[in-house]
């Protein structure tokens, strides 16, 4: 499974430092929780609806922020594509010349 989050964390040495926002992506598997991906996004009150970028299914339903550079599995370039879109893949050969794997 795959997880895309946010959180704020603060500078607690540094007086009136801003809350700044992370996004991070997880993973979940038998081996247990891994974290793909953390980024800083910037302070809390400089986000926009516009740093919503990302994966369809957070636009839609968690309204998470995602990085402008990428970086994240599921992006909203990628999130519908189907398997042969992603790998190259003609699913109507039978045999193929090659393998090739979903990206990870």
Sequence with gaps: MLFHINFTAQNTHVAASPKEMF??????????V???LCVP???KNSLSGQKLNGCYYCLDHNKVWHPRTGGFVR?????????QDICDINQNNAVSDHEKHLPR
């Design 23 to 32: 996004f991070s992506e997880l993973t979940h598997s038998p081996k247990g």
């Design 41 to 43: 996004l910037g302070p």
């Design 34 to 36: 891994s974290v793909r």
């Design 75 to 83: 992006g909203a370039d990628s999130f519908f594509k189907t398997v």
